[in-house]
Each structure stands twice: as structure tokens, then as C-alpha cells.
Nanobody
Framework: QVQLVESGGGLVQPGGSLMLSCAPI????????FSWYRQAPGKQRELVAS???????NYSDSVRGRFTISRAIDRGAAYLQMSDIQPKDTAVYYC????????????????WGRGTQVTVSS
């Protein structure tokens, strides 16, 4: 069973920056299409950004121009660079990704991480 883990969350002041990372635990995996979601207290999980077809990116209106989604193929990792973070960005951020076997180049499945908390407060 593949496990994805997110990291990089924390407490940040308004206007600050964070880099979230997402990667499968262990070696021999790579990430194909993936997305970042977030869920604020009392709200539904929402799509923040997606990376598909090797490089097409999409962003929600609330983060476009401030967040950047990217991937490092050699590291098998996905990223969300967050800039000019605002209190409205406070949420648990989740990675959802297609994970491939490097050895066989086959899709192992689509997985969710457990999330990383981002709290924006002065």
C-alpha cells in the first residue's frame, strides 16, 4: 500500500510564504498527475491547484497568482509554493496524486495524504 505524506505546513504570518511538499513513503515511486486540496474548519474540502498531463496547471480563483504548483520528477515529489498567504488560507492541505512504479512505469493507484496544517495568524 502506497502512503503519501505531506510536509511543510505550520504557523505563518499574513503575507508570509510556505512550501508544502508531498511524496510517497519509500523508494521506487514517482508522481504523475496530482492536486492539492484544502479543508478549513467547518467547510468542505476544496480544490486548490492541479498539475496534469505533464505540466498543465490549474488554480482556484482564491489562490491564482499567489500559489504555484510544481513537481520534481527525480525526487518523486510534488510541491505547493504558497506566497502572500492570508488568514483565509488557514486549512489542512491535502495532496492527491497518481503514483507510479518507477521500475514498471505502471500506475499503482490514486492516493491521498493525511494532510498538513497551515495556520495564518499575526
Amino acid at each position: 500500500q502506497v502512503q503519501l505524506v505531506e510536509s511543510g505546513g505550520g504557523l505563518v504570518q499574513p503575507g508570509g510564504s510556505l512550501m508544502l511538499s508531498c511524496a510517497p513513503i519509500g523508494s521506487g515511486f514517482s508522481i504523475n498527475d496530482f492536486s492539492w486540496y484544502r479543508q478549513a474548519p467547518g467547510k468542505q474540502r476544496e480544490l486548490v491547484a492541479s498539475f496534469i498531463r505533464g505540466g498543465t496547471t490549474n488554480y482556484s480563483d482564491s489562490v491564482r497568482g499567489r500559489f504555484t504548483i510544481s513537481r520534481a520528477i527525480d525526487r518523486g515529489a510534488a510541491y505547493l509554493q504558497m506566497s502572500d498567504i492570508q488568514p483565509k488560507d488557514t486549512a489542512v492541505y491535502y495532496c492527491n496524486a497518481q503514483v507510479l512504479s518507477v521500475k514498471t512505469a505502471t500506475l499503482l493507484g490514486v492516493y491521498w495524504g493525511r494532510g498538513t496544517q497551515v495556520t495564518v495568524s499575526s
